[in-house]
């Protein structure tokens, strides 16, 4: 070793050129903190091998730099390292292909897709055209089957599906009636039913005057556990100024030798004003009991 070369080494490590290992490797303890710059070393010389696990910190990274996507591997990005957001937003691409945030709508909102085609928004679910209102079900005998304030200015007009339901004694006619807020009063109507026996074929008609409180639903009908499967639409009941209308389809059991049978009726206020109950009832005698479980289920049709 040269004599120059000797006096460098002894000048900074402070001690002799005798003590470098025969590895050639320099003791840490001869070398100063901070002493080995980027400039001392090869490319490629520190592998990950020498480095401690857990020794690079987020301050040991260059903030102005990013980390490409080859560096990071597949789910490697987890929850706890994305950005907090507020609750119920939701993040989609924007217009320029960058990640942005739809904030929550309000409650019952849909997500839906803007006129545009472009983005998602929140807006009123459109639904079908009937709307859900209410179910109702019947296992006992009752004098009458109340529907209280179930229509309302919501909609002109509304379904009302009856299933398996039946007059407590035989021989009895179903009835459908309109009335006021707590049905304490029921108005009289006219109404004309079509009946068609399946059994021997002929139809039948039947109609009432304005003297009968309710719209004849079923002719004579037995009270078997099929009970009556059947519709009525209601034709603005709750429209002051327009005389309410329902009409309807029922299907059933006769207890008068013509055995099963459909009919269909339909029935007419003569005076108008606002209906919003109804009632099904026996033309005598008590409707419903333990023999079936009668179900009621009441929608609003939208207009659009």
Same mark, same amino acid.
């Given at each position: 070793?040269?004599?120059?070369?000797?006096?460098?080494?002894?000048?900074?490590?402070?001690?002799?050129?005798?003590?470098?290992?025969?590895?050639?490797?320099?003791?840490?303890?001869?070398? @100063?903190?901070?002493? $080995?710059?980027?400039?001392? #070393? =090869?490319? *490629?010389? &520190?592998?990950? /091998?020498?480095?401690? %696990? +857990?020794?690079?910190?987020?301050?040991?990274?260059? @903030?102005?730099?990013? $980390?490409?996507?080859?560096? #990071? =591997?597949? *789910?490697? &990005?987890?929850? /706890?390292?994305?950005? %907090? +957001?507020?609750?119920?937003?939701?993040?989609?691409?924007?217009?320029?292909?960058?990640?942005?945030?739809?904030?929550?709508?309000?409650?019952?909102?849909?997500?839906?897709?803007?006129? +545009?085609?472009?983005?998602?928004?929140?807006?009123?679910?459109?639904?079908?055209?009937?709307?859900?209102?209410?179910?109702?079900?019947?296992?006992?005998?009752?004098?009458?089957?109340?529907?209280?304030?179930?229509?309302?200015?919501?909609?002109?007009?509304?379904?009302?599906?009856?299933?398996?339901?039946?007059?407590?004694?035989?021989?009895?006619?179903?009835?459908?009636?309109?009335?006021?807020?707590?049905?304490?009063?029921?108005?009289?109507?006219?109404?004309?039913?079509?009946?068609?026996?399946?059994?021997?074929?002929?139809?039948?008609?039947?109609?009432?005057?304005?003297?009968?409180?309710?719209?004849?639903?079923?002719?004579?009908?037995?009270?078997?556990?099929?009970?009556?499967?059947?519709?009525?639409?209601?034709?603005?009941?709750?429209?002051?100024?327009?005389?309410?209308?329902?009409?309807?389809?029922?299907?059933?059991?006769?207890?008068?030798?013509?055995?099963?049978?459909?009919?269909?009726?339909?029935?007419?206020?003569?005076?108008?004003?606002?209906?919003?109950?109804?009632?099904?009832?026996?033309?005598?005698?008590?409707?419903?009991?333990?023999?079936?479980?009668?179900?009621?289920?009441?929608?609003?049709?939208?207009?659009?």
């Amino acid at each position: 070793m040269s004599k120059v070369l000797t006096d460098q080494i002894e000048k900074r490590t402070g001690g002799t050129a005798m003590d470098l290992p025969a590895t050639g490797k320099w003791p840490t303890a001869n070398i @100063a903190d901070d002493a $080995i710059g980027a400039d001392q #070393l =090869a490319g *490629n010389s &520190v592998v990950s /091998a020498s480095i401690v %696990d +857990g020794s690079i910190v987020n301050d040991d990274i260059n @903030a102005s730099a990013d $980390i490409a996507g080859t560096k #990071l =591997a597949d *789910n490697a &990005v987890t929850l /706890a390292k994305m950005e %907090d +957001g507020t609750q119920g937003d939701i993040l989609y691409y924007g217009a320029a292909g960058a990640p942005t945030r739809l904030a929550k709508g309000t409650a019952a909102q849909v997500l839906k897709i803007n006129s +545009g085609a472009t983005a998602p928004e929140w807006g009123t679910d459109a639904g079908g055209s009937l709307e859900f209102i209410s179910s109702h079900t019947l296992n006992a005998e009752v004098t009458t089957w109340d529907f209280v304030d179930v229509f309302s200015a919501d909609y002109i007009n509304y379904l009302v599906l009856i299933t398996r339901l039946h007059p407590a004694t035989a021989d009895r006619h179903l009835m459908f009636r309109f009335g006021n807020s707590d049905l304490s009063s029921t108005i009289s109507q006219g109404s004309q039913c079509m009946w068609m026996n399946y059994n021997t074929g002929p139809s039948r008609t039947s109609i009432t005057g304005n003297s009968v409180n309710g719209m004849q639903m079923t002719e004579r009908q037995s009270n078997g556990d099929a009970g009556m499967l059947g519709h009525v639409w209601c034709y603005a009941p709750f429209v002051n100024g327009t005389p309410a209308h329902a009409s309807g389809f029922a299907q059933c059991y006769g207890h008068h030798g013509i055995g099963s049978y459909q009919g269909h009726w339909s029935g007419w206020y003569g005076a108008s004003g606002s209906y919003p109950s109804f009632q099904l009832a026996a033309y005598t005698g008590n409707i419903g009991g333990i023999v079936a479980t009668a179900t009621v289920k009441i929608y609003g049709c939208k207009d659009s």
